[in-house]
């Protein structure tokens, strides 16, 4: 069994991406200098190194990267190295330009970016192989060796090739999933339109088409354009597990759905030794300290509930989106220690040095263009003495208060051509939901819809369109046992085919729920109803509305107007030892806010009402003791509750009762006892 963390590590990891390749050997000597200064211990080094290791077909020159290792060890500083098949070189495409993926509609991709891989070529597949096992033979057992980083970011910038060689490699896969052509044509339901096939070799890709194409084919597609993926994945992991005994294998995940949406992290999660991620701010003028909760969380569940490594973010804009503002002073330190908080063991940056030249020069770094007089470079080197006193958190786990059923496939599914409305995005909706508990101080785990959900109190289902029969049971036996549910509306429709449950929507839900719905009824764009409560008070809806119809569960609020007026828009069913909500209208964040209050309430869970929403307190727990994070992302000074005193580990000092968080700071105070 490879070990789970970057081997000798004794810290928290903190440092970044190092391309040295970038830069005369004369700089390097100021590099780690520099990293020492900083308090860096580990560097990502060679990911996109395969052009100069490999100058020519099968002749390697280890030179350069045998001195900046050398280099490295000598410092004391870790390396985390990367295989370098993420970035063939021009040679090789030269060579076989078969191996550059196509698109949907046909056309080749040409060399001069990265990530430009078909990756059901045989020809792909030899030479990253080889150079594996070039580097592990290498490299394996060198001293300073503590991770193995895998290819970049699989599944992106190209999620899917088209090309012949994958369509062929499809129908084997399609052969091994389903077993006979029959058994295809069933699944994808191609009695529809006459999309009978007869054979495998007439199946293709879902390649450009007139109109729609098969939903079911769309979708078997994705899942086989993330397993062909993986396969690549482990063949290397294999190679450096064989050739690198001991030494953990990672690639670097993107969980964000907003920066990778093609890859199955529930499967992926458990391919590899270590889980790690790489996070960057969406400024998209919507808080971002919430989203990057949300990325940690996720990422954190991905590695069911085990510590982590956040292996990129960056120390302030990025250059990638249409407009990078710079982080504000001290977002940096709020940003690596929010992922410390839930569950990473470290803060780790893309990149080391600012490069001078490609496409990422204005992409900020650890070490600006400007070099050690500037506020990114100060504020690193503080970071870095906030992570060494944060030493004794490794290992520890962070503490969850609610789940939220995730399902990669699920989102694949939902996002499919001919919805009801195009202006029901799930993501807003697990976006939304997540915020409410958020807001509410609630630590959120991400469970796969089949997980054993027993040691939540509450679950909520943001929108899960696609819902296997098992787990419709799953939540059933959850509420049956005592568990409080909140399910959103377009949940639980389709199988894993895309099929439609038999019978009345949601077929997965109804039975737990309570009830079923007749008709959607999607509502125009900007068009509002409105929800009378039984108080008399009023909540509002866009979107979505349905005709529900109760079948054991309570009207809790009515639709006042629109086609459903009189209807329930939201209910209630106690089943068995617990409760099953439903909600069957986009509420705003006002009413998802009084949906998770009185969810919240049937669950047992007491708010914590003295704290500002913008003052994230989150727990991490282990062997070496309880350490409650406190992070103030508001502008005035505030004071989160201590139920036991301790001693905070950035300050030094003792804490007990009150802890005073100044404005924009972290604490982490280690509870005593
Ligand atoms: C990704 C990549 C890095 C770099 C950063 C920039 O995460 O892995 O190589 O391109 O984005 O934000
Ligand atoms: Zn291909």
Known sequence: MPDTSPRGLTRLAFGGDYNPEQWPESVWQEDVRLMREAGVTMVSVGIFSWALLEPAPGEYDFGWLDRVIGLLHENGIRVDLGTPTVAPPAWFYRAHPEALPVTADGTRYEFGSRGAICHSNADYRAAARAVTVKLAERYGDHPALALW????????????????????HFRRWLARTHGTVEAVNEAWGTAFWGQRYTGFEQINPPRATPTVGNPGQALDYKRFADATIRENFTAERDILHRLSPGVPVTTNFMTALSQCDSIDYWAWGREVDLVTNDHYLITDGRRTHVNLAMAADLTRSVAGGAPWLLLEHSTSGVNWQPRNPAKAPGQMARNSLGHVARGSEGAMFFQWRQSRRGAEKFHSSMLPHGGTDTRVWREVIELGASVESLSPIR???????????????????????????????????????????????????????????????????????????????????????????????????????????????????????????????????????????????????????????????????????????????????????????????????QGLDALIGWAADDAGLAPRADLPRDVEVVRRSGASGTYLFAINHTAGDTKVPLESPGTELLTGERAAGRLPVPAGAVRVVRLDG
Request: glycine share 8%.
């Open 395 to 589: 290992g520890t786990r962070t503490e969850a208060d609610a789940a939220m059923l995730w399902d990669w496939q699920s989102w694949w599914a939902q996002n499919l051509s001919w919805r009801p409305s195009e202006d029901h995005d799930p993501r807003e909706r697990a976006d939304s939901f997540y915020e409410a508990l958020y807001d509410r101080h609630l630590t959120v785990d991400f469970a796969h819809p089949e997980a054993d959900l027993s040691a939540y109190p509450l679950v909520v289902v943001p929108a899960l369109y696609l819902m296997t029969e098992a787990a419709g049971h799953n939540v059933r036996e959850y509420v049956e046992n005592g568990g409080t549910l909140v399910v959103s509306y377009f949940s639980g429709i389709v199988d894993e085919h895309d099929a439609v449950h038999e019978g009345a929507y949601p077929g997965a839900l109804r039975d737990v729920l309570g009830l079923t719905v007749e008709e959607f009824s999607p509502l125009l764009k900007d068009e509002r109803v409105r929800l009378t409560g039984p108080d008399g008070s009023e909540l509002t809806g866009d979107v979505w509305t349905e005709f529900v119809v109760p079948r054991g569960a309570e009207t809790v609020w009515t639709y006042a107007d629109g086609l459903t007026a009189g209807r329930p828009a939201v209910t209630r069913h106690p089943l068995g030892h617990g409760t099953a909500w439903y909600v069957s209208t986009r509420l705003d964040a």
């Open 149 to 168: 980083h895998v290819h970049n970011e699989y599944g992106v910038p190209v999620s899917a090739c088209y090309c012949d060689s994958c369509a062929a």
